[in-house]
Each structure stands twice: as C-alpha cells, then as structure tokens.
C-alpha cells in the first residue's frame, strides 16, 4: 500500500527524526566549517571570530595550485586504475559461480576491514628491496638486482588503488549482476568473440555506470591521506594531507577549513562537467 | 548431407541431466518448432546447436561437417532471444547491422543493408530510434531483422514471442512464418505454446524430460499422438484407461465398439470436439453425471464424471450454438466415432 | 575463444593474488619471534595475539574502537531505518530530500566531512566528547545502512502489506508482523557494514576525539610512528579474520551477493 | 586527598616507562597519588586543554609538552603561574629550559630531552659521519632518511649550525631562505622524508635506507637489541629538543603538581631517567651520578644545536609554508 | 438494500485518470467478474472496494452502510492477490491463520479454523509446510484459504490464476467457482482472461479505458455484444464495416441478407465459427483470398483477404475434423447464418 503521502502530518514523525539528525550532524557542521573558513587564525588552535578573506587569499598560490594538480593526478589515476582493473574483474565475478562470487565479495569487504595504515605498511613491505617483489623480480631474473619501489608515485598509486578496488567492486557489482547473460551471447552468435562482445557491448552498455564509479572513486580518493604520507614522496602528498596537516599539526583551523572547501568546491565543480560530458556523450 | 543434423546429444548441468540422446535431422529450409514443458530441455537444446553451450556427448553436424566444437561467433547462426537482448546502447540501425559492423563492412553498405531488413520487417525509416522508443512489437522486429542480416546458415528462436501479449504474439507468428517460407531459411523455434507451434512448423518436435517424445507435422502430432503424453499435452484430451476385447473397448462409465482395434489393455485419447451427447444410454455410450458447464461462447464445455481414474473427468466439447440441456447434476450420455479414437499403448 | 577464456582466468587470477598479497605479509609479519615487523617473518610467535587482548595498552584502544562501531552502528541504523521505510511506504519529495542528505556524508572526500565535524565540535565546545565520534561516524556512514535497507524494502512485496492490512492488522501491527521479519537481514546487514568501517576509521577518529581517545587504528597508526610491532599485525588479523567471520554469517544466513545487490537469482 | 594527581606523557613508550619507573616511586616519596594520561604528539593536546578550560575542567593537571606548544599555551594564558619558592629544586634545571611568562611568571620547566643526530646502518657505511655537512655529499644520493617536517627535522637549525654559523643566523626572512635553500640541496639525497618514527627505523635496521637524522635513544636502544644501527654526535653538535611541564591553569591541584614537578627535577631521578628512558638529563652533568658511558649513550658534551622555539612560535604559518613549497616543489 | 454498491466512482493518479464514473450493483452471494484489457482501470477498482486506494470521488456502499473511508483493516473483507500475497517467513498454517493471530484468537481455536479451512481447499494436513515446499496451485489454495478465514463479506480476487499454468488454471478456476457457490461469499474477481471470467462468474463487468462497456452474463456478453469492443475482446471476432439497406448488408467482398436491419452505416460482429465456406459466389456471400491456413487440430482457422478495412482479415473457424480445401492464394467464398450476425450502431 504505497501512498504519495502520509494521510495526516502526524505522519510525517518518523522521518522528522532522521532529518533532524542529518541536518543538525552534518549540514550545521558543514556550515560551521564554511564559518570557520572565514575567521583569523591566532595560531596554536585559537582564532578570532572576525570576518577574514585571507585564508582564502593564502591559497591563491602557484604552490597550492600545485598541490590541488598532484592531489587530482593521483585521484584521477587511481580511478582510472580500478575501473579498468575492477570493471573486467567484477564482469568474470559476476559470472562466477555463486561460492566463488561470495568468496571474492568477502575478500573485498575485509580489504574494507584493514586500516589504511595497515595497509600503507603491507604495501611498502610489498614494494621494499630487502622483502617485497623487488626480491621475486630478482628471483625471476626479471631485474638485475633487487629494488625498491617506494617511496614513489607508483607506490601510492599501487596502494590507494588497492584501496580503491573494493569500491569499484562493490560499485560494480549490482549494475554487472544484472546484465542479462543473453546480451554477451547475443553478440557471439552476431560474431563477436567474447573478448570483443566484452569491448563492443558490455563495456559501452555500462557507460553512465563506469563514469559514475570513476567520478566516485575520484573524489573518495582525493581524501586518502594516510597513503600519501607512507608510500610517496613529499611531492606526492595530497591536498588532504596539507588539510590535515593544518588542522593537526599546525592548529590552523581557519585554513584548514578554508582548504576543504577549496577543494569540495573544484571537486564538485569537476563532478559537474564529468557529468555534463557524459550526458552529452550519452545524448550523442 | 545438406541439413542440420542433432546426433546422440546428452547434456549434463552438474548431476542434472537435461537432454538425453537427443538425434534430429532437419532440412534445409524447414521451420522446426521444439515444443514442451518447461524445463524439459528445449532452450538447452537450441544452445547446443547454437555453439552457446557444450553438449556432454553427441555431435552436431550441419552441411555435412561437424560444427560441435566450432565457437559460436564462427557458426554463422542467426538467433532470436526470449528477452530479445537487444543493444540498449545503440540504435534500432545499429542494432541490426552489428554484425556487419564487427565485421568491418563499411558505413554506407550498412546503411543500405539496413535499410533492406527494416522493409522486410515493416519499419521502414526506423534505423535512427533509440531500441527504448520502440513498443514491444517492434523491438522483436528489429530483434529478428539482426539475426536476419548475415542471411544465416539457421534461424534460431528462443521463445521470441513469450512476452508479447495475445493478439500481437498471434499477428508476429504469421509474420514470422511468411518471412521464413520467403526467405527459404532452415529454422529451429522453441515455444511451449502449442498454438505458436501448429501456426508456425512445418515440424514438430515434442519434448519431455530431455527427451524427444514425437516428431511430426503439427497435425499429425494432434491427430495421431505418439503417446499419452503427446496426447495430453497437444490440445485437449480425455484420456480412459481400460481393456479392448474383440474390437470393443470396455472402461469406466460404458463401452465403445472399436473394431478392429488390438485386444488387450490400453488407454484411449478421445478428443472433446470428438465426443456427441447421446439420447440415451446405448450400447455404445459412455454414462457420467455433468459436474461444470462451461459457456465459453465459441463452444460449451461439459465436464462428466465417469468414474474415469485421477479424478479426471471427461471434457465434452459442444459447438458454440448447441443447446447445453443439461445442469450440473444431470446424468448424460455420450458417444464417439470410433475413427476419432487415439488408441495408445 | 580458448584463448580469451586462459586470458580471462589469468586476469582474474593475478587481480586476486595482488588483493591477498598484502594479507599475507600482515599475516605472515604477526607472527614474528622478535618485536619487529620483519617480512618473510623470523621465527614463529603468537603471543602478539595474546597481547592484543591482554595488554592494557592495546585492549583499551580495541574496546574504544568496538563500543565506538557498535554505538555508531546502532545510531547510524536507527537513522537509516526510518528514512528507508518512509520512502518506501511513502512518495514524497521530503522523503527523496533526506534520503539525498543521508547520501551525502559518503560522497564527500572524508577529511572535508572529518574538517566538518572538527569545527562543529570545537565551536560547540564538545570537541574530544566520546559521543561525538559516535555520531561522527553514524552520520557519516548512515549511507550504507540507507543503501542496504533501502534495497530490503524494495524487496518486500507491497502486496504483502496490502494483505496484511486486507486481514485486518493495522499500520503497527503490519510492521511487526510482516515488515520487520522480512527486513532484518537488511537491518544486520547495514549494521554490519557501518561496523567493519568504523572499526577501521582514521582521519574522522582523530579529529573529533583523537585527543582524548585512542582507537584502534590510531593505536596502528601510532605504532607505526613510534615503533613498530608486530601487535598492529595481529590487530589486523584479527579484523580482517572478524570480518570474514561476520559476512561469512551473513552469507550463510542470507544472500551476501543480493545483500549487495545483485540480482536474485 | 580524593582525587589522584592526573599526569599526562607522551603516550606509547614514554607513558609506559613512566608508568614503571616514575610514578610509584613518586607516589612511595610523597603519598600522592597519581593517574596516568595519554597525552597526543602535535598539538592536539594543547587545542584539548583549551577547550577543557573554557569549561573549567582539566583533563590533566600537569602535562609534559613541547616547547612550541608551551609558548602557545601561555599566549593564552592557559599554564598556571608556578611557585618557585614550593620546588627548590627547579634551580638545578638548565636555565634554557624553563619558561616564563612576560612578566617573569614561571609557566613551564623542563621535562626530559632528547637528541636528534646521525643515525648510520654499520652494514652500509661502517665509519660513524662527523659532521651534518657530510649528508650533502653526492655519494649518499637516494639514501637518506630525514624528518619531513619543519617544526620536528629543524633541519633550519641544523644548517644553519654546520653552514652559517649558527642559528642566530636565522634573522631575517632572507637569511631563513637563504638556508631553505641550502636545504633543498638535500632533496636529491634524500629517498625518505619520513614523518613517522618507526617507518625510518625500521627502513634503518634493514638497511632499506642506510643513513638519516634520528634520535640518538632510540637508535641506542635498537643497536643494544643487536641491530647494526649506530647513532653518533656530529661534531657539530646533536639538536636537542624537550619535553616541558605544564600545569593547567584551572587545575586544582597546582600544590600537588609542583610537589611533582620538583620532584622530576631532582639529579637523582633526572639520572634515573637517563638510564631507564634514555632521555638526556635536564641538569648539569656533575649534579649527576652518572658513569661515562651512560652519559654518552643519552647525550654528549659536544654542544647542542638548540630549536630556534621562537622562529617555530611566531612565524609557524610563514615557516610550514615555505617548507612546505621547498619540500614538494 | 443488502448487497455492494460502487456509487460513481472516479479515480486519478496525478492527472492520470483511472476509473471514471464507475457504477456497479453486485448482489449478494453473486459472482461478479471484472474484464478488460491490462490497464483498463480493473485493479484500481479492487482495491477501492478493498479500501487500499481511495477513490477520487464516489461512494462505496455495503449492506446499505457507506463504507468509503472505512480503512482497509476495518473492513473484514477477504483479498486474494495476483502475487499471492502469502508471507514467506510463516508456515502454511499460520499464513491461513494470521488474521486470527492478529486479532488475538488462541492458538487451539486457530489450529482449529486452519484445519477446516485445508479441509476445505484440499490441503489437509498441509499446516506445517513451509510455503516454499508448496507447488504454484497449492499456494493458490492457501492463500485463499487464507482470506476465507475470517467469513468475509466481499471475497476479492486480482488476477489470481494468472501465474498458473493454463491446465492447473483451468482447475482452480472450477474449484474456486465451487467453493463460492458453496460458502455463498459476495465475489469479485478481476481477470483478463475472457476463458476465466466465462467460466467462474455470474455476472461478467467488461471495462475499457476506465470505464464500464457492458455489464451482463458471460454468455450474453459472447452472443449480445454491447458494441465493437466487447464484440473483438471477448472471443475472435470479424468487424465488418458496411452499410445495411433494405434488409441487405453490402460490405467488403459481397454483401450478405439481414433481413429486418436497420437501414444505414453499420458494422457487423460475425464470430469465426459462425461463417461457414460456400461452394461458390452467390448473392450472399463474401469472396476473398485466402492468406494463411492454421491446422490447430481442434479446429482449422483460414484468414481470408475480402479487402476488409485495416488490412484486417476475416477468420473462418472450421471444425477439426473438417476438410479444408485451400491454400494460400486460393479464393474463398463465405456464407453467414443471419441469425448469427450481431449488427453494432
Ligand atoms: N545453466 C544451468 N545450470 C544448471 N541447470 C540448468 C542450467 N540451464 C538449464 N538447467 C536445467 O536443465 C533443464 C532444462 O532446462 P532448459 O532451460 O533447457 O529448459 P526449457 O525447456 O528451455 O524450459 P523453459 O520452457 O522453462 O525455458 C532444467 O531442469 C533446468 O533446470
Ligand atoms: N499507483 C499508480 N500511480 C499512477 N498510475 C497508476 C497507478 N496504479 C495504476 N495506475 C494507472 O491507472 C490505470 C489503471 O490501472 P490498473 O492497475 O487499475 O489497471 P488493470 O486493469 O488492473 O491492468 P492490468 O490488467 O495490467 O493489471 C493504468 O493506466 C495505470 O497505469
Ligand atoms: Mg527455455
Ligand atoms: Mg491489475
């Protein structure tokens, strides 16, 4: 018995509850923080409640342009990484038999489970000379002498797309699970061998979900902070990790503040024209 | 050796057993229907020949060469599926000339192909709509005219129509059976609508639990079925259990002269259109009492219980004009032309 | 085709080797003799184990981290469940509004929603208050509660209320009845969801009560910073082996795959 | 006397040790009680204590804190004002390490120190470094591992020490970039600039990376446990940094909290941290019992490179920045 | 005034109009079904009569009482859904005994009720099952079981038997119509199947677009169409439309005698098995091509081209045993008994 509203505005209680919290908890702190954003830091956590633009004024600089450039190549990267890895790989999962599907589905919700910096840990040990897969390479003949690969570029992008990968996964998987079997079949018996059915159908089918993911994934990873700092080198830390930073170490709260909505602000600005493009394309 | 041909095909999902040494040979330009319950292996079936699926054992043979291990984008089939698995992404144009395109034929050649099926399947100018603008009708069109395009060796059909709703699914079976018989092309469908059956084949396969019960033009599949299972499951039949001595058949509610007929135990399958109301108990009518009338307009169906085994009452079927004079309750008795009757086993 | 399908397979096979792979220098680097995270590990220890549970210095994070997941699971069902039945039973714009809000927190990247709450707190003047990490990590993981209950309610047939209701049982008694049985695998599922995460939850932690409190996370972190051992491995350990434990269950009980929202078959 | 005195440390190792070594002894010497606080590095800490003094509560009566954070805390007046008369024994800590507000008020005194010096894996490089100058030698490119931060490498100081003279030369604006400068030439040596304590220690002992600035304890401890780590006092001087006590201005338990910190400042127990924690000593090394050796495992008579606290104070914004743009350029 | 009255009813989703001023009397103990095509508007009127919509305007009236905002819950009818409706974490037996447990009955008294209720629809016994362990027509009796429970005033039914196959169909549709007449319950079923509304009910209501074309018996409905709607959805039937003059209709394809009809433009309902083949053309008949012969086995069915509008065929229906002596391309011509000719405004 669905109705289009409640009979009476008694009705509407149990949903009052929920909006209250969520606009209390979440849509005040936000606003609190766009408050903050505008106050004079004093330094060592203490501010000054006067209207200020010069936080705001602080980041027009080439150097946190810089940052913002870095914190979206590795974010556009990584995203880029797990769907290419995650979407082939959630497609034969789906596929899968049902133990095999359940089986992968927890791996993926235990990688959920382990701390970044847990993981950031594992993954260094992985890239290191003396324990990882530099010593596997040098074991297979593949490089002359063990290396290292972290601190790198590669290493952060390695550990926050293994990150990363569960949530493609488990983004993917309701969309993939209900492709129905016959499209894929359809175009074998069209011609198209699998791996070409896979490219010529499934993956433009799932164009609005792929982008959608990527978007999602892109923004989640702007906020990995932990990575960064463990696998990259100084010029691969991200603006999340200058936030934290500010508002950590530096007790600059105002900044802090004013930094996360210089990046909310580009990073919805950028979801905007992703989607807008994508319309179009679909249009199209 | 021109024709498809099925040769001692099993299939196994795990421990189930689908088909079961299934042979079938089928001509070129023949219009195949395989019809049966659900589940009894149907789809499983089409899928082999279509290179989907594996056979357990067996081997498939078309023209002569053996196409069992041959993958299926290589079979050169055309295949219709029950959801139709149209490209939701691409339009009603290049849906159908998918299978040009992955072959490389070029821009304008497609153009002109497509623009040829959309004629044959009567809709003409719709290569640039999007498959979601179209009604259900018309995206079983564009469905066939893409299996159609390759002019393939065989025209596979998985229950196309199933979602269609009555008088439309009536409508594409006659188009769908025109097309075929211009086009000339060998076709394997699969229903379990007996009607969609009889309409379309010019042979029927009837299966059961992953085996072929009888194959036979739709007629003679209704008028000389194979077996009970046949007989029950084509039409409406009633089927009476009883024992056949010097050509007359004594079972519940009567007897009925059937001279000729083999002495000894069997079954008749005697057809409700076949059954008369007698004037009164005779030597060769059968006696019930009416338990339902049905007034369906076109005929008057009449239940009678003779005591028949299962509960299964005897359907009598009237034309539509004929006065019913019984009520439920009445005694009634019936009588049949022997050259009706299906003697089985 | 042949080709595709080995192809296919090794892809699969190397994508999930690399997933394992970090489980098991954890794993493996846990069960060190010494009091270092050496990988391949040297010698064989499990007293790590017993120190996770033992040593105050390692129990109190983990029971911070656990009394945080449960409160903060509990509080984040209990503000989806009502917005999920609302919007199922219900078609209003209001309704779709809240359930966008409650969408939200996830969407963000978490540091700007973590910087959300910091200043909130710091202004209010509750900055380094239990609860505020509690209600942190509700609101800010009450999507996946929202997202699974939602999908539950989608499944319960509408036409089962309308029996129910046909039969006499009023809106209160439809719910007890024949709603609740039906939606609590959901239920157990987004709780066991907002759980794993917020047991595992860092930068919002720190910077609402990461002065004040030490979660388990932080305890690793700081591990990492002041001295490596090999507690934090087997702290991880025993997470990821909780969490299978956990969804094993749920995959026994229910249908993981539908729970996550695949189609049923 | 109701409720205990509540001290807060580092926590981790120090807190532990405190927690074994300090606390009962303290409490058998003065019949006060005292609860153990996990105080937070950074200054999370410092931005706690405030709130908590807006409310007029004190999650600590005393804390142990760095200097930086001392200077912030009495900006806001948030330390009490201690009385020197009750702790007789603050006279006996180096003068350097006592903290007093504008007005001459005692707010902090020194706590324990540590060092930051050269820390070398003796499978990689055999010979100790003497000097700070030598890890801008190109043969150690990509093999160092160095503080990431300003306000916790003072690479500023250390440079400024071994290249300008000292740090006094930080002065201006100019000379801080003119030794930001000399820093930077570092970058190419340096594999990991490491934020996390243990993530360079670890990479230490195996070698990973072979040579970087660490702190002299702990690389002593690691090599006692057998590693082939060693950590030596450039000739420059090691930089010594503190730990300082504080006392929360809305604590009510200021008598007992002096009763403490007098009692850390005697040489006797400032020697017995030195052994336990290994912290440098607060004190002048002949107040001390202390051996040769045990001396030159926590400290040395080589003359320290001392923060410029003032710098990391007043320009703290100025300073991350132009680390900060040095650093990821 | 005992008995359901629908006053009038009208019913909007949004700007959507459903039903517009529906009126219906239903007598008491009368089995009353509701026919037309999908969307017609039969579900909203169920379920306004059940209370779970409310209608836009209108009355509902039962046993002279005004029922219209009496909630759902209060109005102690019983329901039986087109999905069943039946509560998967429940056994069979407390299913069928829910409305007791809610309304506090004790458990003997319910164990009580639920036997004879299994008693009743063939299920003794069955209690214990879960409802999973159940085939589709044995969860077709529980649930109806299920809503006879409380001795409901109104027994409504939405597309019930529509999941069934067609022979279990047929079954529960004898068995229902048995048990109405037994317990003498009010009922309204909602179908499309004109086969199911023709054999279960009393009265037949056929709707069409919100509204109400006809309300009368089945076979009524079947002889005496109202108008060309009811004439093609019940049954198959051929419109041809014509102009009548002088007692003679002169349509496409010939012209056939109806004495007595009115002058002017008019269509005609013939019914398939009411045209017989001519030998030739006389002044009575209809000549066209044929175009497609279906042997469906009970009957034979020949469409024949007379030219009709709409490129609408005329369909002959020959009984089974009946010799059709055409193919396609042949000319056919057709005789029509008057007296069958329903003539439509
Ligand atoms: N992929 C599969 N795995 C396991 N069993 C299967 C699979 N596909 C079919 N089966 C089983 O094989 C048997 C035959 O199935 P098939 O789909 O061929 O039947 P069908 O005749 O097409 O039925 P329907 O009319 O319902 O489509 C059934 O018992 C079915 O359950
Ligand atoms: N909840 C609703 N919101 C909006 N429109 C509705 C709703 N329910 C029904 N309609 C519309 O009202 C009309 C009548 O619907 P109804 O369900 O009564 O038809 P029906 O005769 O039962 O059809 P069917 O045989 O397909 O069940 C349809 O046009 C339908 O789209
Ligand atoms: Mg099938
Ligand atoms: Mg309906």
């Known amino acids: 018995m669905i109705q289009s509203r409640p009979r009476t505005p008694l009705g509407y209680l149990p949903i009052l509850l929920p909006a209250f919290a969520l606009i209390a908890f979440y849509i005040v702190p936000f606003g609190s923080m766009v408050g903050m954003s505008f106050f004079h830091n004093l330094g060592g956590g203490a501010y000054e409640q006067v209207f200020t633009l010069e936080n705001y004024a602080r980041l027009v600089s080439p150097f946190f342009l810089s940052v913002l450039g870095t914190s979206f190549e590795v974010a556009f990267l990584v995203a880029l990484f797990a769907i290419v890895i995650g979407f082939p790989f959630t497609y034969l999962l789906v596929n899968a038999r049902r133990g095999t599907q359940v089986f992968w589905l927890i791996v993926m919700l235990s990688v959920l489970s382990l701390s970044e910096a847990i993981i950031g840990f594992a993954w260094s040990t992985l890239l290191s000379r003396t324990a990882g897969i530099g010593v596997l390479f040098e074991a297979l003949g593949l490089t002359e002498k063990a290396q290292s690969y972290a601190p790198s570029l590669g290493a952060v992008l390695a550990g926050v797309t293994y990150i990363a990968m569960p949530y493609a996964v488990l983004l993917l998987y309701p969309i993939l699970s209900r492709i129905e079997p016959d499209i894929e079949q359809a175009s074998r018996t069209l011609g198209a061998s699998p791996l070409r059915a896979f490219f010529n159908v499934i993956v433009p089918m799932h164009r609005t979900p792929i982008v959608v993911s990527f978007v999602m994934i892109f923004v989640f990873t702007l906020g990995s902070y932990l990575l960064p700092q463990i696998l990259g080198r100084p010029t691969n830390w991200t603006l999340s990790v200058v936030i934290s930073d500010q508002a950590l170490l530096q007790s600059n709260m105002p900044f802090a503040a004013a930094l996360s909505i210089f990046l909310m602000t580009v990073t919805i600005l950028l979801v905007l024209l992703v989607t807008l493009i994508n319309r179009k394309g679909a249009k199209a | 050796m021109s024709g498809l041909i099925v040769e001692n095909v099993d299939k196994f999902y795990g421990n189930v057993q689908a088909l079961s040494d299934i042979s079938l040979t089928v001509d070129n330009g023949q219009f195949v229907c395989l019809l049966g319950p659900s589940g009894c292996g149907k789809t499983s079936l089409l899928r082999i020949v279509a290179g989907l699926e594996d056979p357990s054992a067996g081997r498939i043979v078309l023209d002569g060469s053996d196409i069992t291990t041959t993958p299926a984008h290589k079979r050169d089939f055309g295949m219709v599926f029950q959801s139709l698995a149209l490209f939701p992404h691409l339009t009603v144009g290049d849906n159908i000339a998918y299978p040009l395109a992955i072959r490389g034929v070029p821009k304008d050649k497609r153009r002109a192909e497509v623009e040829r099926l959309l004629e044959l399947v009567h809709l003409p100018g719709k290569a640039d709509r999007a498959i979601t603008q179209l009604s259900g009708g018309q995206r079983q069109r564009v469905a066939i005219a893409r299996a159609l395009i390759m002019q393939p060796k065989l025209f596979l059909l998985d229950e196309p129509m199933s979602a269609l709703d009555a008088k439309l699914r009536e409508t594409m079976q006659v188009e769908v059976k025109r097309l075929q018989r211009s086009l000339g092309v060998t076709s394997l469908l699969v229903t379990h609508d007996q009607r969609e059956a009889m309409t379309t084949a010019d042979l029927v396969v009837v299966m059961s639990e992953g085996k072929i019960q009888q194959v036979a033009p739709p007629i003679e599949i209704y008028r000389n079925p194979a077996n009970a299972f046949v007989a029950d499951f084509i039409g409406i039949t009633n089927l009476i259990a009883g024992r056949i001595e010097g050509g007359r058949f004594e079972g519940p509610g009567g007897a009925l002269a059937l001279p000729g007929a083999k002495s000894g135990i069997a079954t008749l399958s005697i057809r409700p259109e076949d059954i008369a109301l007698a004037p009164q108990a005779g030597p060769d009518t059968l006696t019930g009492t009416v338990t339902f009338v049905r007034h369906l307009g076109a005929t008057t169906e009449i239940s009678v219980d003779t005591g028949n085994a299962d509960e299964k009452d005897l359907t009598v079927s009237l034309p539509g004009r004929t006065h019913c004079p019984f009520e439920v309750g009445d005694t009634a008795h019936l009588s049949v032309d022997p050259a009706s009757v299906v003697v089985l086993g | 085709m042949k080709l595709g399908k080995i192809l296919s397979t090794l892809f699969f096979w190397i994508v999930g080797i690399v997933t394992i792979a970090p489980f098991v220098v954890i794993a493996g680097v846990s069960v060190n003799e010494r009091k270092s995270l050496t990988f391949p590990p040297e010698g064989f220890n499990l007293g790590w184990y017993g120190d996770l549970f033992l040593d105050p210095e390692w129990r109190e994070p983990l029971l911070t981290s656990l009394t945080i997941a449960i409160c903060a699971s509990l509080l984040a069902v209990l503000i989806a469940f009502p917005v999920a039945w609302f919007n199922w039973r219900y078609r209003t714009g209001f309704g779709k509004l809240v359930a966008g809000l409650g969408a939200m927190p996830f969407l963000l990247p978490p540091v700007i929603t973590a910087m959300g709450f910091l200043t909130f707190f710091i202004i209010l003047g509750y900055y380094g208050e239990f609860w505020t990490v509690v209600v942190a990590h509700a609101i800010f993981l009450v999507t996946l509660p929202l997202v699974s209950l939602s999908l539950g309610f989608e499944d319960i047939d509408t036409s089962l209320v309308e029996a129910s209701r046909s039969m006499g049982a009023s809106e209160a008694t439809v719910l007890r009845t024949v709603v609740m049985p039906m939606i609590r695998p959901y239920v157990i599922s987004g709780f066991c969801f907002v759980f794993v995460i917020s047991l595992n939850e860092y930068i919002i932690a720190v910077m609402t009560v990461g002065a004040v409190f030490e979660t388990l996370p932080m305890k690793i972190f700081n591990a990492l910073r002041y001295g490596y051992t090999p507690v934090m491995a087997a702290a991880s350990v025993v997470f990821v082996a909780s969490t299978v434990l956990i969804f094993s269950l749920v995959a026994a009980f229910s249908d993981l795959p539908k729970l996550l929202g695949a189609r049923s078959k | ?329």
């Open chain 4, 1 to 329: 006397a109701g409720e205990p005195l509540k001290v807060g440390v580092y926590g981790g190792y120090f807190q532990d040790s405190f927690d074994s070594f300090v606390y009962p002894e303290f409490t058998k010497a003065t019949g006060i009680e005292i609860e153990s606080i996990a105080v937070p590095t950074g200054e999370a800490w410092l931005i706690q204590l405030q709130q908590a003094a807006r409310a007029k509560r004190a999650p600590a009566d005393v804390s142990m804190m760095a200097t930086v954070s001392i200077m912030r805390g009495m900006r806001t007046g948030l330390w009490a004002t201690l009385d020197e008369a009750a702790m007789p024994n603050v006279s006996n800590i180096l003068p350097t390490l006592i903290n007093r507000y504008d007005d001459g008020g005692l707010a902090a005194v020194g706590a324990v120190s540590w060092y930051i010096t050269v820390a070398t894996n003796t499978d990689s490089f055999p010979e100790p470094i003497g000097s700070w100058a030598e890890l801008w030698e190109p043969k150690y490119a990509d093999s160092l591992g160095l503080l990431a931060l300003v306000s916790n490498s003072y690479l500023l100081e250390i440079t400024a020490k071994t290249f300008f003279g000292g740090t006094d030369y930080l002065s201006s604006d100019e000379t801080i970039r003119e030794v930001l400068g000399k820093v930077a030439e570092l970058k190419p040596n340096t594999r990991l600039w490491y934020r996390d304590e243990a993530q360079f220690e670890q990479a230490l002992k195996s070698g990973e990376i072979p040579i970087g600035q660490y702190y002299h304890d702990v690389t002593g401890l690691a090599a006692a446990d057998g590693f082939p780590v060693r950590s030596n006092f450039p000739k420059e001087g090691g930089l010594r940094e503190s730990g300082n006590w504080a006392v929360a201005g809305v604590s009510e338990k200021i008598e007992e909290a002096q009763v403490f910190i007098d009692y850390m400042s005697q040489p006797s127990v400032q020697a017995m941290l030195a052994r336990n924690l290994g912290t440098a000593p607060n004190v002048a090394r002949e107040s001390m019992d202390l051996t040769d050796e045990e001396f030159a495992a926590v400290s040395s008579e080589i003359a320290p490179v001392i923060p410029r606290y003032d710098l990391h104070f007043e320009r703290t914004d100025w300073l991350n920045q132009i680390w900060a743009e040095m650093l990821q350029a």
